[in-house]
Structure formats: C-alpha cells, structure tokens
C-alpha cells in the first residue's frame, strides 16, 4: 500500500474547468447558500438586481455578481444568517419586443396572434431563458440561495403589486388623468420620462405667416410669421402665442389669426414661457401635440385637437389630410402653404428630439388618458412618497455609498415629477382595475366576478404597470408582503443593494419610495427597504467606448470566465477600479489575475507536500520567541492583512482590500516566505511547516470571498492536514479575525531590511551582469540590523545565490573588485569576478593603437589649408569635435593602462 501525501493529490496546474462546476454543486447540495434564521444573530441580506429574462448576463451582471457574492460570503465566514435573494424581471416593454420581432420573422403581428396566445408565448420564452440566467449566476460562483428565486410575474409579487395599486389609490396617490405623454408609435405605448432618448437631429425650421383678421371677419394685409419644426400639426393649432414683453406684436394681442389652410380663426395670446429670441418671437399652440403648447393651452383654455393617431397617421381632424401618415402629412402641408403663398422661407436646423430609448423611433408627444402616481401629494400629515425618500436619505437612514452620489439622487428627488405607470403592453402587471357597462370603476386585489354596484358585467383595463412598478416593491414584496413571512419579518430591512450607476432613478429611487410606504407600520428605521445602496460604475470597452450591441465591442462574461477562470473574472473586475467608477475591459488584466491563481496553486501544493501525511498543530503565540525572525515577521503581516481587510470590506473598499490580499499572498508569503524557509526545510527545522500551514490556512480565507474557487480546491487539500476543529468546507469557515496577539514591530523592521538588503544584492548582480550560476561572495557591514542579517544568513544565501559574510560597521574589506550598494545601515558588497591581466592589458593597447592612428589621420586633415578652404564650416566643425573626442578617449585608455 502506498501512502498519497495531500500535495500529489493536487494536480500539477490549475484548472478552473475541471473544478468550478463540481465545487459549486458541492456547496449548493451541502445547502450552504440558505440561511438558518437566527434571532439571536442579525442576519446579512442583499436582493439581486433582477436581469431581464430577455437574454444573457453582461459584464455589468459579471460585475455585480463579482461585488455581491464578496459580501455575501465575507458575512456568511462570519457566521451571519447570509441571504442573497435571487430574481429575474419580466422586463415589460424589452421582452415585449423579442418577442414580437421573433412574430415579424413569421410575418406576424401580435395582433394576429391575440392577447391571451401572445402571453402565453412570452412564458415560453420565460421558462427557457430563467433556467439559463440561473445557471450563468452559478458559473460565476454567486452563492445566491436559488431556493428562493423569485420571477416579478410569481403569483406573490402579483399580489404584492395589487395590493400596492390598490392601497395608493385609495390614498389619492393613484390617478388616471388626461396629461401629455411621450408616446413611441412603434412600440404603441406610452414611456416615462426616462425612458426618453434626446438625440440631435438635422431638420429645418419652416416659417409660415398667418395672416391678421380684421373687424368683420376679414384678413388685413398683415401677417404674423410663427416659427415651426412640424409643420403638419398646423392642422391641430388653436393659438399663436408671443411674450408679453415683446414690443413687435404689442398691437397685436387680443386679434384673431387666420389659420393657413384650414381657415380656422385662432387667437394670439401671451405667455410669459414664450421666449422672444425664438425664430420671430411668435410661436403656433398646438395642445395636442407639444407638452409645452399642452401647458400653455391649460393656462389660456385653448382647446386641444388631436389630429395625429397613435400610429403615428393623420386622422379626421386634419381635414384633407385625413389618413396620410404625419410625414406624408408633412410634404403636402408644406406644398399647399408654398402654392398659397402662406411659406415665408425654411432654414436648416438642427434640434434635439425624443427617441424611444428601446426601439429608437421619433417620439410623439400626445396627450393620453393613462395612469399616474402622485410622488408630491401628502397622503398622511408631513408625508409624501417623494418627501420620505429624501428624509431617510438626509436623515442618514439609508446610506449611499461612493457618498458624492447623495446629491445627485436628492436633486433628483427634489425635482421628481408625477409618474406615468400605465403602458398600453400585453406582458406585465395588468391594471388591477375593472369598468361595467355602466361606467363604474372598481379597484381591488382580486379578481372581481360582477360589478359590486350593478352586478353587470366588468372588464379588466386593458393597460400593464411598468416594469419598474413591480421591481421597485423588490426588497419587501420578494420577502413574501404583504404576507407576514417569517422572512419579511427576519430579513426586512435588508442590509445592502448595489447597482450600476445609470438606474439609480429606475430602480433605487422607487424601491426607496415603495419600501417606506408600504412598510411604514415598521416606523422610520424598520420601513426602510435597505441600509446601504453602493452605486458601481460601468465597464467599458478597451478605448473607453460604452458596450453596446450595434458598436460589436461587447465582451461575455461567461467566454472571458472559462478562457481565464471565474476567479481571475472576478478578481479583475473587482480590482479594475474603485466602486463608482467606469473601468476598461482588458485582457491583459484578466491573464493577470489567472497568474495569480496559478502561482497560489503551485505555492499551496508546495506547502502540501513539504507537509505530507503530518498533521500540523498551529503556531502558538506563546512560543513566539522559539520562532525565526522571517516566521514571526510573516505572522505579525498576516495579522495586519486581516485587520485591514476587516477594515476595507467595512468600507465597502473591496478592490484595495483585493490588491492588498494579493500583494501579501503572491509578494510576501508566495515570493519570499516560501522561498526564505526551504533551506530550513531542507535541514530538516520543521517550525516553518506550522507558519506554512496557518499563513495558507488564513490567505485562503482571506481570499475567498474574491476567488471562491481555486480556494475552496486548496483548502479541501489542506483542511485534512490541519489539527483544528473545523467545518469541512472553507464557504462556511471563520474568516479571519485579527486578535493583536502575533503583531512584532521588530521582526517587521528586521525583515524589512533583510528584504532590502536582498533586493540590493540582486540589483548590483544584474548590473555588473554577474553570470546567473554564479555563488558571489557578499559582505555586509552593518550594526543594528547586523543580527537580523545574521539570523537569515541561509535564507539569503539561498535566495539571492551567495556566500554572505555579516561583519561590524569598522571591518575592512578583503582585497578585490566590489560591487558596493547601501540600505541604512548596511553597506552591502557583492564580490565581482576576478579580472585576467594580461588578456585585458592586451586588449586595451589594441583599443589605444586604433584610437591614436584615428587621431593622427585627423589631425593631419585637418592641418591641411587646401582642404580647409575647400571643405563646408559644417564638416570642419564636425571633425574638429572628433578629433577632442578621440584625444580624450586616447588619454582615458593610457590611465586605465596605468593602473592594471
Ligand atoms: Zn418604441
Ligand atoms: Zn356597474
């Protein structure tokens, strides 16, 4: 029978594919990633930025797994009840859209198809893509407790949205109102303001006169000249408007215009919005078609007329028109007001115009009947939705962190504006709200049989909530609200939330708002829906450009994780930059992070087979002072390392408290611990087996929140060597705590010298180009740090490759050439190979015969006057700085001469 030592069992390299699957199922089955609720203990969670069941993971979702799952198992290793909730959205409009440009591909339309199969095919969609998104988390290591996994269509979150609707609209803080929205004629539903692209658009300004009545109904010979971008909504102008202090139109206000074309009478009227310096000072009032003509339409009761469909055609109100599309529209119009004289000139222009951000058509403003939230009005004394999402932030309820992003989410706050919930889609939340014949309306949670008041019959609006309806109510409604779960009750208010930057209003801000007010019976502090929110930046491409399908630079973070590991993915995302700001993808930074993982490899099945079958006892404190310098030294940094990182992962600094973990494990332990004990090792001092051992032992705890993987592989192979009582996987262990009790100022000075010492010595090998076989003999003369010196004399022989000599300060040194260098106290001197005499004799009087014959031949040239006259100034200047340089190499070489 042959014995395996543990450091066999390791295979000679790593690899991530042959290990991350099998370690993620080991810790999944062990039910590692569901909490144990605790009374006793706070518990620690984090709710998953929901993705769109649309399609796959990017590298923003990369990214947030990489910060998410660092916490996440930083507390689980501290023994706290850990929940990750994961979800995944409906993503109203973005699936809406897959799925209807799969129907294009058929020739269909979804109105072909029909409300109820168009849902119906969308869940198919859902349940294939669900079980994919699930599965790329775990490729990336998430410790989510998939348990859990909630779907913003789950038949709770739709009781928890109802519930939502119905309870603000029996608060007053749910309307339906006639009020100007932006309207996508693609997509035929309305947006919210943020989902509004403003692009720059090339057009032209049309200059139209309207000609002035007169008593009697007649037109005088006078016009008015408005100003237009849209010449085919003239069609639905009631007003022309100019400001009050404008002086060119001041005879004019209280007449009548005479509409071009339509042959409307329109009045003139004054509205201080109106900017003079606009085209001529006067500008047409189409309410139906502009939300700025909208308000001044409701200031001066102009009517509206809405003459363009929400297809985007012109309907019966735009007389001859009638059925063409706006834009054909639009090329008539502007031919009839030429024909009749009525177009005064156009100029190129060049504007900014609404786009609908998911499909990219030109947005028409159009007044609509939809639903709204009202954030401003107070639906209790002192309360509003808005007003409590700014107090809990100023009152330091909820903490945002990189912190320079409190004010932009106030002043956006301050200036929020009623939200438009209702979008004319068939996949969401339908509007829990049905009408009778009779026109009586009910809201409520169920589903209602026949109208309460009538008992006729009630159908369902027709409208879903927008996407963001349902997610904002994430925190509480994924806990089980408005059910009282022992969940909602245990894990509410969750600790963090983290999310990119740019859905800071989307998300953040309404699941603030909802959280506090369906929460509210929990008092200020307990209705909050997290602590912490940290806003994380975007990753770029490698020229700074955002990542966008149609640009083709987009990187998949599932390819970049199996060509490099998820380990190094995670390390170099999390390392690329400081929470808040944007990175650069780079490939480079990712084979980095896979060296790592690979050099940790190689150190730890060292370590496993110095060990062997032994089962090792820990360092104890109190035998310190049999210990080596380097062993306490390496102890004392380790201590400091878990102190800090204790600090930085406090602070949310996760990428420092990753580069300061590499720097100790790959430059410290890996580069000169390891290295500095093997000839103790090879004379048989088994001490530094007990310093190997807790150093790996407390690094890969360290690590392992940010490299999940090769740790947990590392750590199975060692755990069997340890003599500790310990769980059997490292995702549950303690992380490391810091008891002060290894801290050695000393021994960190001493090393700290000995480290430079060596460094110096490898310097002046490679600059006197010592052959890398050679064994020189090194001198040090030192005083203080002459014990330190002395006490690692083998080390550094091993390590730097020399015979040293420790000596005091006084001592003189032997007869040779030297390579001298100093660090404090110490003067370090590298002996240089001894030098043959004769041959460099030999060849140094070969060099001076050249370099005299040289000098002589110039010399001679330059003596001659027909040359000097014939010869350019330049050349002669040229040879005359030669012939000083040669002198002087000439002289040089007769000196070194001298003294062989
Ligand atoms: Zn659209
Ligand atoms: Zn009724």
């Given at each position: 029978m042959t014995t395996q030592t543990p450091g066999s069992v390791l295979p000679p390299a790593y690899e991530p594919a042959s290990v991350e699957s099998r370690v993620y199922e080991m810790w999944e089955s062990a039910g590692h990633f569901q909490p144990r609720i605790d009374l006793d203990r706070e518990p620690y969670t984090i709710v998953m930025p929901p993705p769109n069941v649309t399609g796959e993971l990017h590298l923003g979702h990369g990214l947030e797994?990489?910060?998410?799952?660092?916490?996440?198992?930083?507390?689980?290793?501290?023994?706290?009840?850990?929940?990750?909730?994961?979800?995944?959205?409906?993503?109203?409009?973005?699936?809406?859209?897959?799925?209807?440009?799969?129907?294009?591909?058929?020739?269909?339309?979804?109105?072909?198809?029909?409300?109820?199969?168009?849902?119906?095919?969308?869940?198919?969609?859902?349940?294939?893509?669900?079980?994919?998104?699930?599965?790329?988390?775990?490729?990336?290591?998430?410790?989510?407790?998939?348990?859990?996994?909630?779907?913003?269509?789950?038949?709770?979150?739709?009781?928890?949205?109802?519930?939502?609707?119905?309870?603000?609209?029996?608060?007053?803080?749910?309307?339906?109102?006639?009020?100007?929205?932006?309207?996508?004629?693609?997509?035929?539903?309305?947006?919210?303001?943020?989902?509004?692209?403003?692009?720059?658009?090339?057009?032209?300004?049309?200059?139209?006169?309207?000609?002035?009545?007169?008593?009697?109904?007649?037109?005088?010979?006078?016009?008015?000249?408005?100003?237009?971008?849209?010449p085919e909504t003239?069609?639905?102008?009631?007003?022309?408007?100019?400001?009050?202090?404008?002086?060119?139109?001041?005879?004019?206000?209280?007449?009548?215009?005479?509409?071009?074309?339509?042959?409307?009478?329109?009045?003139?009227?004054?509205?201080?919005?109106?900017?003079?310096?606009?085209?001529?000072?006067?500008?047409?009032?189409?309410?139906?078609?502009?939300?700025?003509?909208?308000?001044?339409?409701?200031?001066?009761?102009?009517?509206?007329?809405?003459?363009?469909?929400?297809?985007?055609?012109?309907?019966?109100?735009?007389?001859p028109y009638s059925g063409m599309s706006a834009e054909d529209a639009r090329v008539a119009i502007l031919r009839d007001l030429e024909d009749e004289g009525f177009l005064d000139h156009a100029e190129d222009y060049t504007h900014s115009v609404g786009h609908c951000s998911r499909c990219k058509t030109v947005l028409q403003p159009l007044p609509s009947e939809q639903w709204w939230m009202a954030v401003n009005k107070e639906y209790e004394p002192g309360h509003s939705l808005a007003g409590d999402a700014i107090a809990a932030v100023t009152e330091g309820r909820i903490a945002i962190v990189p912190q320079r992003f409190e004010k932009v989410y106030l002043n956006w706050m301050e200036n929020i504006r009623d939200w438009c919930i209702s979008r004319q889609l068939w996949w969401g939340h339908q509007i829990p709200v049905w009408y009778c014949e009779n026109r009586h309306m009910v809201c409520q949670v169920e589903d209602p049989d026949v109208c309460p008041e009538c008992g006729g019959a009630l159908t369902q609006d027709e409208d879903v909530l927008d996407t963001w309806f349902s997610s904002g109510l994430a925190p509480h409604a994924d806990l089980g609200w408005p059910d009282d779960t022992e969940d909602l009750r245990y894990f509410y208010p969750t600790s963090d939330m983290q999310m990119g930057y740019d859905i800071m209003f989307f998300w953040?801000?309404?699941?603030?708002?909802?959280?506090?007010?369906?929460?509210?019976?929990?008092?200020?502090?307990?209705?909050?829906?997290?602590?912490?929110?940290?806003?994380?930046?975007?990753?770029?491409?490698?020229?700074?450009?955002?990542?966008?399908?149609?640009r083709g630079n987009v990187v998949d973070p599932l390819i970049v994780a199996s060509t490099y590991g998820a380990d190094a993915f995670r390390f170099a995302v999390l390392t690329g930059a400081t929470l808040g700001a944007d990175q650069k993808y780079s490939d480079e930074r990712m084979a980095a992070a896979r060296n790592f993982a690979n050099k940790l490899w190689n150190s730890a099945r060292f370590v496993l087979m110095k060990v062997g079958p032994r089962e090792i006892k820990r360092p104890h404190y109190l035998d310190r002072d049999l210990l080596a310098v380097e062993d306490r030294w390496i102890m004392s940094r380790l201590?400091?390392?878990?102190?800090?990182?204790?600090?930085?992962?406090?602070?949310?600094?996760?990428?420092?408290?990753?580069?300061?973990?590499?720097?100790?494990?790959?430059?410290?332990?890996?580069?000169?611990?390891?290295?500095?004990?093997k000839?103790?090792?090879?004379?048989?001092?088994?001490?530094?087996?007990?310093?190997?051992?807790?150093?790996?032992?407390?690094?890969?705890?360290?690590?392992?929140?940010?490299?999940?993987?090769?740790?947990?592989?590392?750590?199975?192979?060692?755990?069997?060597?340890?003599?500790?009582?310990?769980?059997?996987?490292?995702?549950v262990a303690w992380f490391p705590k810091s008891g002060a009790n290894w801290k050695d100022a000393a021994a960190e000075q001493a090393m700290e010298h000995v480290i430079e010492v060596n460094r110096?010595?490898?310097?002046?090998?490679?600059?006197?180009?010592?052959?890398?076989?050679?064994?020189?003999?090194?001198?040090?003369?030192?005083?203080?740090?002459?014990?330190?010196?002395?006490?690692?004399?083998?080390?550094?022989?091993?390590?730097?490759?020399?015979?040293?000599?420790?000596?005091?300060?006084?001592?003189a040194l032997p007869a040779g050439e030297w390579g001298f260098g100093r660090v404090a106290d110490t003067e370090v001197a590298v002996a240089l190979p001894e030098v043959d005499t004769a041959a460099e004799r030999a060849r140094l009087e070969k060099e001076l015969a050249e370099a005299s014959a040289h000098m002589e031949r110039l010399d001679k040239q330059l003596g001659n006057e027909t040359f000097r006259a014939k010869a350019p100034t330049h050349v002669i200047q040229g040879m005359e700085g030669t012939l000083a340089e040669t002198r002087d190499r000439v002289a040089g070489l007769r000196e070194r001469l001298g003294t062989l």
């Open positions: 797994d990489a910060i998410t799952d660092v916490l996440v198992r930083w507390h689980r290793m501290q023994g706290d009840p850990t929940l990750w909730l994961p979800g995944e959205d409906h993503a109203g409009i973005a699936t809406q859209n897959v799925i209807e440009k799969e129907l294009a591909k058929e020739g269909r339309t979804r109105h072909e198809l029909g409300r109820e199969a168009f849902v119906e095919r969308t869940w198919m969609w859902v349940r294939k893509y669900r079980s994919r998104i699930a599965d790329q988390h775990r490729k990336l290591g998430a410790s989510a407790d998939w348990t859990r996994d909630v779907f913003t269509l789950d038949p709770g979150i739709v009781k928890a949205v109802r519930t939502t609707f119905v309870n603000l609209y029996n608060h007053g803080l749910i309307y339906k109102g006639l009020r100007m929205i932006n309207w996508c004629p693609r997509c035929e539903t309305a947006l919210s303001d943020l989902e509004v692209d403003y692009l720059d658009v090339q057009s032209k300004l049309y200059y139209v006169r309207y000609p002035v009545m007169g008593e009697g109904g007649m037109p005088l010979p006078a016009y008015v000249t408005v100003a237009t971008t849209r003239i069609v639905a102008d009631t007003g022309v408007a100019v400001n009050p202090g404008d002086e060119r139109y001041e005879e004019r206000i209280g007449r009548q215009l005479l509409l071009p074309i339509i042959g409307r009478d329109i009045p003139i009227v004054t509205d201080e919005h109106v900017k003079p310096e606009f085209g001529t000072g006067a500008v047409k009032v189409t309410p139906g078609h502009d939300p700025n003509d909208w308000e001044i339409g409701q200031r001066h009761d102009l009517p509206v007329i809405i003459a363009i469909d929400p297809k985007g055609n012109m309907n019966d109100e735009a007389g953040c801000a309404r699941m603030i708002m909802f959280g506090l007010y369906n929460m509210r019976e929990r008092g200020p502090e307990g209705a909050v829906p997290f602590r912490n929110v940290l806003f994380h930046g975007l990753i770029r491409d490698a020229n700074g450009e955002k990542m966008t399908k149609s201590e400091q390392l878990t102190n800090d990182a204790d600090s930085l992962l406090k602070a949310y600094q996760l990428g420092e408290c990753a580069r300061q973990i590499e720097d100790f494990l790959r430059g410290e332990f890996c580069d000169w611990y390891i290295e500095m004990v000839p103790r090792l090879l004379a048989g001092d088994e001490r530094p087996l007990q310093v190997l051992v807790h150093v790996l032992d407390h690094g890969l705890r360290l690590l392992h929140p940010f490299m999940p993987f090769v740790t947990e592989e590392l750590w199975q192979a060692l755990r069997p060597q340890i003599d500790d009582d310990m769980p059997s996987q490292l995702i110096t010595i490898r310097n002046i090998r490679a600059e006197k180009k010592l052959e890398a076989s050679a064994r020189p003999r090194v001198v040090a003369r030192a005083d203080g740090y002459a014990g330190a010196l002395r006490e690692t004399l083998g080390a550094t022989n091993f390590t730097s490759r020399v015979e040293l000599e420790v000596v005091d300060g006084a001592a």
